[in-house]
């Protein structure tokens, strides 16, 4: 199968070309500048703010299956400048879904959980969204936009995705390995309850929605919902850092730029009765992340 991937510089984007490269499709990264990331499938850059520029890329590649996740992704950030947000996260998605409509090609759009205020999660697939602050209100439009082009796509809603940094970028998960590792004291929010998502699970739903040309939407995350202080202790185990370095905080105490949903979790009823590839519970998710980050470091020891 002919498949395109947004954001393939991305920590999903990247471990979903992986992933459907390593099953035999011929893939297409779009991602932004020059290739960041190894592989053997195809890329070109393309920036998504660019209408026409999408549209050439995304026709002339004539993929059968379009995976979306590339997005302006820092909430702060989004918050300061709602303009390139807006940008990012609705036009660019208006211009793939265009294409993908265009092509007659299956669309998924990767999406969040920030899509809920948060008030009463966790959340199934038929809960009503309620986005506050920016990115999350954009997320929400690009769900609409996305549905509007292709009534037929899938959203795949995730959470907090961790995993062994794509192109060196930080993650939730990647930044609290790196500063328990160096004995660094970490504040966390003891407040927020989440589906924390190891990134090549996420990959592999949304790899699989993708494959099966399935539409709706998909909770595509972790399957227990924690604290980030309950994360954080549980990384602690598992890698052998001292659980003493982390420090609870509340999130209202920490004056962010963004509003953040407090109890924003995901079930995933659906996902696990319907896909083959399972939501991981977090013992499972950490055991892994630990796996792939011993191989990443030894792999970045062997270059040095
Ligand atoms: N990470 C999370 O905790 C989380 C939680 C819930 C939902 N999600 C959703 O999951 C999806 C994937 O997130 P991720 O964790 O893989 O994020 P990521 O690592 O930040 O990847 C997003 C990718 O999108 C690319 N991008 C942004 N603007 C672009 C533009 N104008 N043109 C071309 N590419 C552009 C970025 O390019 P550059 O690398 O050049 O910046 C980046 O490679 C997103 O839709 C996000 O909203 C993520």
Redesign the pocket.
């Known amino acids: 199968m002919r498949v395109l991937v947004?954001?393939?510089?991305?920590?999903?984007?990247?471990?979903v070309c992986t992933l459907l490269e390593a099953r035999g499709h011929s893939v297409m990264g779009?991602?932004?500048?020059p290739r960041?990331t190894g592989g053997g499938y195809g890329y070109v850059e393309?920036?998504?703010?660019?209408p026409q520029d999408v549209a050439e890329a995304i026709e002339s590649a004539a993929p059968e299956v379009i995976l979306?996740?590339?997005?302006?992704?820092?909430v702060d950030a989004c918050e300061k400048d709602p303009r390139q947000a807006y940008?990012?996260?609705v036009n660019?998605t208006a211009a793939v879904a265009r294409s993908a409509r265009k092509l007659g090609a299956h669309l998924v759009?990767?999406?969040?959980?920030?899509v809920f205020d948060g008030e009463a999660g966790p959340y199934d697939e038929e809960a009503l969204p309620n986005p506050r602050g920016v990115?999350a209100t954009t997320?929400h439009m690009?769900e609409q936009v996305a549905r509007i082009f292709v009534p037929g796509c899938a959203i795949?809603?995730?959470?907090?995705?961790?995993g062994w940094?794509?192109?060196g970028?930080a993650?939730?998960g990647a930044w609290l390995v790196g500063a328990l590792e160096k004995g660094q004291r970490v504040n966390l929010f003891e407040d927020q309850f989440v589906s924390a998502?190891f990134?090549d699970s996420?990959a592999a739903m949304v790899a699989e929605l993708g494959e099966r040309k399935l539409g709706g939407i998909w909770n595509t995350?972790g399957a227990e919902v924690v604290s980030r202080v309950h994360f954080g202790r549980a990384l602690c185990e598992v890698f052998g850092f001292d659980p003493a370095l982390i420090n609870p905080v509340r999130l209202a105490d920490m004056k962010l730029a963004s509003p953040r949903p407090l109890r924003s979790g995901l079930k995933v009823d659906k996902v696990r009765a319907r896909l083959s590839a399972q939501p991981l519970n977090l013992a499972e998710s950490l055991t892994r992340f630990h796996a792939t980050w011993k191989a990443g470091r030894g792999t970045e020891e062997k270059q040095s």
Do not use: Q
């Open positions: 947004t954001g393939s510089n991305g920590l999903v984007g990247s471990r779009l991602g932004r500048g960041r393309c920036d998504l703010t660019r979306h996740p590339a997005s302006m992704t820092e940008e990012a996260n660019a759009h990767v999406s969040t959980d920030y990115y997320k690009a795949a809603r995730t959470a907090v995705v961790y940094p794509a192109a970028r993650n939730f998502s990134a996420v995350c």
